[in-house]
T-cell receptor, first 113, second 115 residues
Framework: EAGVTQSPTHLIKPRGQQATLRCSPI?????VYWYQQALGLGLQFLLW???????NRGNFPPRFSGRQFPNYSSELNVNALELEDSALYLC????????????FGPGTRLTVT | AQSVTQLGSHVSVSEGALVLLRCNYS??????LFWYVQYPNQGLQLLLK??????LVKGINGFEAEFKKSETSFHLTKPSAHMSDAAEYFC?????????????FGQGTELSVKP
């Protein structure tokens, strides 16, 4: 069974531009979660999508947004990039009714220059 | 509300020695507890989990953890460390209801294994 996949592996963007990160969940999983892992800040919850709807978001500004597609894949958009957005962005998924048990992808390393 | 505290940001052991990584949690509802491992430049891999039932849980790569409600702890152990165990380890807490959808993570413990 394929795990959670994320693309691209690395992304380098200049400050002020937009970044788009993509995630495909494990087959059969309907929820997708996004976390940011920035140096020295640990793992911070960003967003939760379930059945195409945003269910919850963490303490991040509105320039962090995303969506979930009918096939349950998801994308995370970061607008007006700032240097402090440089981080590893991790996507996770869970099966219906098991929000507590999340499986993570390999992450996308975003570097803002 | 839920929180996790991992005692020790860095732990160093010799190859073949016991590994003990400490995790204490706070939760107002019955907790579900997890240990994840992260190798350099990779994502998180689920090592083991406690939801209900047996309080001693076994995971992959020879790791195990024991849920102790009276001590609000979920420490991770391995009898004999291997060089390949060098990584960062994260303890996380959730609950069955988890209406917010997020796992609450500790700050992580970096494990070094000396030959």
């Amino acid at each position: 069974e394929a795990g959670v996949t994320q693309s691209p592996t690395h992304l380098i963007k200049p400050r002020g531009q937009q970044a788009t990160l993509r995630c495909s969940p494990i087959s059969g999983h309907t929820s997708v979660y996004w976390y940011q892992q920035a140096l020295g800040l640990g793992l911070q919850f960003l967003l939760w999508y379930d059945e195409g709807e945003e269910r919850n978001r963490g303490n991040f500004p509105p320039r962090f947004s995303g969506r979930q597609f009918p096939n349950y894949s998801s994308e995370l958009n970061v607008n007006a990039l700032e240097l402090e957005d440089s981080a590893l962005y991790l996507c996770a998924s869970s099966s219906p009714g098991q929000v507590y048990e999340q499986y993570f992808g390999p992450g996308t390393r975003l570097t803002v220059t | 509300a839920q929180s996790v505290t991992q005692l020790g940001s860095h732990v160093s052991v010799s190859e073949g020695a016991l590994v003990l990584l400490r995790c204490n949690y706070s939760s107002s509802v019955p907790p579900y507890l997890f240990w994840y491992v992260q190798y350099p430049n990779q994502g998180l891999q689920l090592l083991l989990k406690y939801t209900t039932g047996a309080t001693l849980v076994k995971g992959i790569n020879g790791f195990e953890a024991e849920f102790k409600k009276s001590e609000t702890s979920f420490h991770l152990t391995k009898p004999s460390a291997h060089m390949s165990d060098a990584a960062e380890y994260f303890c996380a807490v959730s609950s069955y209801y988890n209406q917010g959808g997020k796992l609450i993570f500790g700050q992580g413990t970096e494990l070094s294994v000396k030959p």
